[in-house]
């Protein structure tokens, strides 16, 4: 069997060839930590690269994900389903080796990682669920739940906030499994990080409540494993490898500059380093020697197999929580009867009638769905008595480790990533909350769900200028918009507590993708409906209220803008006019029903259309057309209650009247 050395040389030469190839990529990383990788894979990763989805695997997180040839080249020499013909094609269409690592694209991936920072959050979420799941599910004798996370991270990762944020919450958490590694090479982009970076990074991540292993040589194989032992021997606490490396380690020139950073060797410069590394074969070409001491099949089997004899005697000593692991966890399946409760709850709150703001209702929401879902895990950053996402049955975690809640404080980009990582992990349907302005403090964690297509709710309160005397700081105006362009983004802005338990069940329902759920902090009324308008409902877009004739006026309206519609449509209907009104929950539901539907709902000849939402404008003209008319937003909020705002801004019957005259 090949050295380690050889073993982490070929990972290095796989590395410069493919970024040399592609004319484009991140040959320092790999090259560094490289040795770091050999060690970690080779004698203590946890996994089965015959089936990248085993439940109990341990997760590998590369955080710096430029360096992702890197990890290309770890699943391909461990035995992935990745041929060398897609290391080959590194970054090019369609290939399984992007630019940056990809969740979706490439078997063993468990992240899409690339913003610095993202990584080490999902980590994070990752080692929540491990630990959360562990202490709901194992019992005396029978440890189902049993894995590690390991994130790799660079200078950049710990320059970016949000690795502040995500390590602050896993100190107090105490996630014993979780094990970063820093990759110490005092590199950038722009060069030597000494200019720009000074952090005394141990004691820094010794006050979160780390254990910190400080000045490991990133080089030295035998140092790297007696870290991780130490790491793995640490049950309260994560750990924090500093690793030194030198970036581009094998590159006889370039290696420790910021030259080999961010773009190819050089052909040059790559016969050199092979020639330093001792190094024969062709580009692309591992010796059968390497591959046979990288090859983690059988081994990984093995463990899989071993595995699943535990289960067996777990399952025949506790057959109910058996099933439900294998629901929740294994298949990722809501509860069987999940529908059926659903709808009727639904009916439940069309009938009750209540007229309560919708953040409230989504609470009541909550609890009703909560008591149905075991996996239901919530969470805001510190507003929960704002956003009102604590419900009866809440338990955070901090206290009980088999918990359902977690108190993220004053974090909402942490919340936003960690929400991903235990996503991506399984066994929960996550909701977070903030205001709907501070969704700009978590908008690339948003977004990264939204590219992942992963599952999450995302509880944003306090919708608009209504949020009143907090004034423009705290008063969304652009937000609605920007999450509704986001692609995969389902967005609703629900205007009663039907609307809202609609919404709600959609979000749970739609597992292959997150949910934007906006919230009033305003009283809203509750609004009368047939069965058929309720089912309506969920296509996002449905008629609330419609004219005696023909309808020669449409006003759509989402939200705490529907009752001003309903008034509005009132005087409108006293003057003569015919005049329907469009309740629009979601406008990403409604742009997927059937032609024929949004043209019963919209007709084309009804040209003669008012939007109103307490948002920005600009969205609308899609519905209403270039001569429509639009009561919204185009400037930032003030100071004053809501009540004096709304009017101020023109949500009034008269404004709104006026401009569906002016048609």
Not at 322 to 339: N, Y
Not at 599 to 606: F, I, Q, R, S, T
Request: include cysteine; glycine fraction near 10%; hydrophobic fraction near 40%.
């Amino acid at each position: 069997m090949s050295s380690r050395k050889v073993l982490a040389n070929a990972i290095r030469i796989l590395s410069m060839d493919a970024v040399q190839k592609a004319k484009s990529g991140h040959p320092g990383a790999p090259l560094g930590m490289a040795d770091i990788a050999e060690v970690l894979w080779n004698d203590f990763l946890k996994h089965n690269p015959n089936n990248p989805n085993w439940v109990d695997r341990d997760r590998f997180i590369l955080s710096n994900g430029h360096g992702s040839m890197l990890i290309y080249s770890l699943l391909h020499l461990s035995g992935y389903e990745l041929p060398m013909s897609e290391l080959a094609n590194f970054r090019q269409l369609h290939s399984k080796t992007p630019g940056h690592p990809e969740y979706g694209y490439t078997p063993g991936v468990e992240t899409t990682t690339g913003p610095l920072g993202a990584g080490i959050s999902n980590a994070v979420g990752m080692a929540i669920a491990e630990k959360t799941l562990a202490a709901q599910f194992n019992r005396d004798g029978h440890d189902i739940v049993d894995h590690y996370t390991y994130c790799f991270l660079g200078d950049g990762c710990m320059m970016e906030g949000i690795s502040h944020e995500a390590c602050s919450l896993a100190g107090t958490l105490k996630l014993g499994k979780l094990i970063a590694f820093w990759d110490d090479n005092g590199i950038s982009i722009d060069g030597e990080v000494e200019g720009w970076f000074t952090d005394n990074t141990p004691k820094r991540f010794e006050s979160y409540g780390w254990h910190v292993i400080a000045d490991v040589d990133g080089h030295n194989p035998e140092a790297i494993k007696a870290a991780i032992e130490q790491a793995k021997s640490i049950t309260d606490k994560p750990t924090m490898i500093c690793t030194k490396t030198v970036i581009g380690f094998g590159s006889p020139n370039k290696s420790g500059s910021h030259e080999c950073h961010g773009a190819p060797l050089g052909d040059e410069e790559i016969a050199a380093a092979r020639e330093f590394l001792g190094w024969d074969s062709k580009p692309f070409d591992v010796p059968a020697d390497v591959y046979a001491g990288w090859d983690a099949k059988e081994v990984g089997n093995t463990r899989e197999v071993e595995w699943n004899t535990k289960f067996d005697a777990y399952k025949a000593a506790h057959p109910e929580l058996a099933a439900e692991f294998e629901r929740r966890v294994v298949k990722g399946d809501l509860p069987a009867d999940f529908a059926e409760k659903a709808q009727a709850y639904i009916q439940e709150c069309q009938q009750k009638g209540e007229a309560i703001a919708s953040r409230k209702a989504s609470q009541n929401a909550i609890g009703a769905f909560g008591a149905m879902m075991p996996e239901l895990m919530g969470g805001s950053a510190d507003l929960a008595g704002s956003n009102l996402t604590l419900w009866s049955g809440s338990k955070g975690i901090q206290e009980h480790a088999d918990g359902n809640y977690i108190f993220y404080g004053v974090r909402e980009f942490g919340m936003g990533g960690i929400m991903n990582g235990m996503s991506l992990h399984g066994g929960f349907v996550n909701y977070g909350a903030t205001f709907l302005m501070f969704m700009e403090y978590a908008r690339n964690a948003v977004r990264m769900s939204a590219l992942m297509g992963i599952q999450n709710i995302f509880v944003f309160t306090h919708d608009s200028i209504g949020q009143g005397e907090d004034g423009p700081t705290h008063q969304p105006i652009e937000q609605i918009a920007n999450l509704r362009m986001t692609p995969n983004m389902a967005v609703w802005r629900p205007c009663d507590a039907t609307e809202t338990a609609v919404a709600w069940t959609a979000a749970i329902q739609r597992q292959d993708a997150p949910t934007s759920l906006i919230f009033s902090r305003q009283g809203l009324a509750a609004q009368a409906r047939n069965a058929e308008q309720v089912a309506d409902i969920a296509k996002g877009g449905y008629i609330l209220k419609d004219s005696e004739a023909t309808p020669e006026l449409v006003l759509i309206a989402t939200g705490s803008e529907v009752q001003l519609a309903l008034d509005s449509a009132a005087e409108l209907t006293a003057q003569g006019k015919q005049v329907r009104v469009v309740s629009m929950p979601s406008t990403t539901e409604f742009d997927k029903q059937s032609a024929e539907y949004k043209e019963h709902v919209l007709p084309a000849a009804v040209t003669k259309r008012v939007a109103i939402e307490a948002a920005h404008t600009d969205f609308w003209f899609k519905y209403v057309g270039m001569n429509g008319a639009i009561v919204g937003m185009q400037t930032f909020g003030e100071s004053a209650p809501g009540g004096v705002l709304l009017k101020h801004f023109g949500f009034t019957v008269e404004n709104v009247v006026a401009k569906a005259n002016a048609l």
